[in-house]
């Protein structure tokens, strides 16, 4: 089916550095979500994307989070600069159409802040 | 506060049975709730979604059965495999107020014995 790819998927980096996350969504994909998932708890919406601008964030998605995607590559998700309590897995998902169709996501991005 | 709420961490069953996995939500305005199965080290795949102006949805093996009365709803899955062995999570979403986000469960861990 089709395919949400997350790179790298596991990255370690020190705190106050600034990460990017690279995620490819599917091809013909219109809309990008990112949401942030601590271990052994559930996963938590970060942000929508759509015709280059955010549509919806939460409150998880702090001022220094930001997403782009430039000339329809990669979307990306860069924290600058980072803190120790970003360390999650982050899951880039894409979807055709809204919400209530279906949201297809990436195998996820173990991001440690050390 | 927890608005999905699945109340299974784990749920173990033999081959062949029924496995029963439970959520519960407190929203009113969630309309829209999909089930996602996660393998180790894959990202949450959909596998079978329900309306709330539904109360079953069956594909193959996996029903929902949905009470928007209780708030409640439940993923049975038939003849149980041990191929089924996955976390499987509950989410919603308040499609209709144009809102993006899925508001995920913190999943139950099925295993299904041979």
């Known amino acids: 089916g089709p395919k949400v790819l997350q790179i790298p998927s596991h990255q370690i980096i020190d705190m106050g550095q600034m990460v990017t996350l690279n995620c490819d969504p599917v091809?013909?994909?219109?809309?990008f979500y990112w949401y942030k998932q601590i271990l052994g708890q559930q996963m938590e919406f970060l942000v929508n994307?759509?015709?280059?601008?955010?549509?919806?964030k939460s409150k998880l998605f702090k001022d220094q989070f930001s997403v782009e995607r430039p000339d329809g590559s990669y979307f990306t998700l860069k924290i600058q600069p980072t803190a120790l309590e970003d360390s999650a897995v982050y899951f880039c998902?894409?979807?055709?159409?809204?919400?209530?169709?279906?949201?297809?996501f990436g195998k996820g991005t173990r991001l440690t802040v050390v | 506060q927890q608005q999905v709420r699945q109340s299974s961490q784990s749920l173990t069953v033999w081959e062949g049975e029924t496995a029963i996995l439970n959520c519960s939500y407190e929203?009113?305005?969630?309309?829209?709730f999909p089930w996602y199965q996660q393998f180790p080290g894959e990202g949450p795949a959909l596998l079978i979604a329900?309306?709330?102006?539904?109360d079953k949805k069956e594909d193959g093996r996996f029903t929902i059965f949905f009470n928007k009365r209780e708030k409640n709803l439940s993923l049975h899955i038939k003849d149980s495999q041990p191929g089924d062995s996955a976390t499987y999570f509950c989410?919603?979403?308040?499609?209709?107020?144009?809102?993006?986000?899925?508001?995920f469960g913190s999943g139950t861990q099925l295993t299904v014995m041979p």
């Open positions: 998902a894409s979807s055709l159409g809204s919400a209530n169709t279906e949201v297809f």
């Open positions: 091809s013909n994909h219109l809309y």
């Open positions: 994307f759509y015709n280059g601008k955010v549509m919806e």
């Open positions: 929203n009113s305005a969630f309309d829209y």
């Open positions: 329900i309306r709330s102006v539904s």
């Open positions: 989410a919603a979403n308040p499609a209709s107020s144009g809102s993006w986000q899925l508001i």
